[in-house]
Every structure is written in C-alpha cells, then in structure tokens.
C-alpha cells in the first residue's frame, strides 16, 4: 500500500499494483536506449502483483493509521512477494529473474533475520533460474533491472508526492540510470515533466486511491490522472 496526503491534507491509499500499472504505461512508450522486449515490459507492469491480496484492505498501525509499503510488517509482505514471484516466473523466467532481483535489492537495505532470509531465497531463485536465460538475457540482466528500478521509481514519484507537490522524501536530486540522471518535476497537480525526455509520446494514466475505515476496508475512491510528458 501506498500512502500520501492529498492537496486537502486528507490520508490517501493507492494499491501497489495500480501504481505498477503506471511503470508498466511508462515501460510501453520508453526509447530512451531503444524500445523494450515483451518480457521486460512483462516485469514491469507485474513486478507489484504480490500486493493484490495484501493491499485488499489496508493493514493499520497501532495508531489507526494504514501501514505503507516502507512499514508493512515483514513476515507478511516477503511471504507475498516470493509467492507473486513464483507466478511471475511462470509466464516468462527472465522476468522472474528480474523482479526477484529488484524486491532482493530492496529487502537488501535491511539488516534483520526475515531481510536476510529473503535475499538468501531470491539469490537461489535466481541460481535456479539463469540457466533458463538466454545469452543475450544474461548480458542484459543488470541493465534492464536497474531500468524497471528506474520506471518504479518514477511512477512513486507520481503516486507518493501530494499531485502537483514534492512531498516524498525520495529521489529529489533526481533518478539515476547508469549515466544518465533524470528529473522528475510537476508542471500542475497532473502533468509531470521528465528531463531529458526518455519517452516516444506522452503517457497519461489514470489510477484509483482510497480512504479507510477503522476496520482497515478501503473505500471513499477517488480518480486520480497523471501524464508524463517530455
């Protein structure tokens, strides 16, 4: 789950695989280095399906307020993420490999025994699975992973931040990919302009955010639009 505050103050909770959806628009229109293969883009647009159940009702703190993806508890969430990468893999291996590559990176900044275990797990998986891999996969592995850590990134931009505000702590000097090092900037409370322009035409996508009740049910939903442009 996503949380943020909205340009009124008011709580907002957007499910992760919507907010996949937006990198997955991106990942159709990129030519920044050329145009993605069918299995990259794959990966993009589901490397947030284990969130599908978790994020069918928000799981709320001790202070009544929903867990986000940065503190949902741990136990829960890599149980997800290893069983949404098992069906990842399913449809294509290399993209299986490649978001089990990006959620250990993440669960790599972590310290604690379940972190542990988990990049341990993906670290096997991907053993298991680089056999599968074609040469030229292979070759391309660590480029296209840092490239759908890229088009995450950008898309938490878009769904993190108050539209229209810089309100999320992250990324603010800009997004790294390789040597290149891309800004983010909100041109109105919709539009957001990427420099230098990585994209074949602009991407407009419309995604779902939601209050909550004391039980944690999502429901109050409100449209949002955001268009990346050049």
């Not at 909770?13 to 990259?40: K, P, T, Y």
């Amino acid at each position: 789950m996503i949380t943020r505050r909205d340009e009124n103050g008011r709580m907002e909770c957007i499910r992760q695989h919507d907010h996949a959806w937006i990198s997955g628009a991106l990942a159709e229109a990129w030519q920044f280095d050329g145009a993605l293969d069918d299995e990259v883009r794959f990966a993009v647009a589901y490397h947030d399906i284990a969130w599908i159940g978790l994020d069918h009702a928000a799981r709320l703190a001790e202070d009544g307020s929903p867990h986000s993806f940065l503190d949902h508890p741990l136990e829960q969430k890599y149980a997800a993420c290893r069983a949404g990468i098992d069906l990842i893999e399913t449809g294509s291996p290399y993209a299986g490999y490649l978001c089990s590559a990006h959620h250990q990176r993440l669960a790599g900044y972590l310290d604690d025994e379940r972190s542990l275990a988990y990049v341990a797990h993906e670290a096997a998986r991907q053993e298991r699975l680089a056999p599968q891999l074609s040469p030229d996969q292979r070759r391309r592995a660590a480029g296209d992973t840092a490239l759908l850590r890229l088009l995450d990134a950008l898309s938490l931009f878009a769904c993190c931040n108050t539209p229209g505000q810089v309100t999320w702590s992250f990324h603010r000097d800009g997004f790294a990919y390789g040597d290149t090092t891309f800004e983010a900037r909100w041109l109105d409370a919709v539009r957001i302009r990427l420099t230098p322009n990585p994209l074949a035409g602009a991407v407009a996508c419309r995604y779902p955010a939601f209050s909550w009740d004391a039980s944690g049910r999502l429901d109050d939903l409100v449209e949002h639009e955001v268009v990346f442009v050049g």
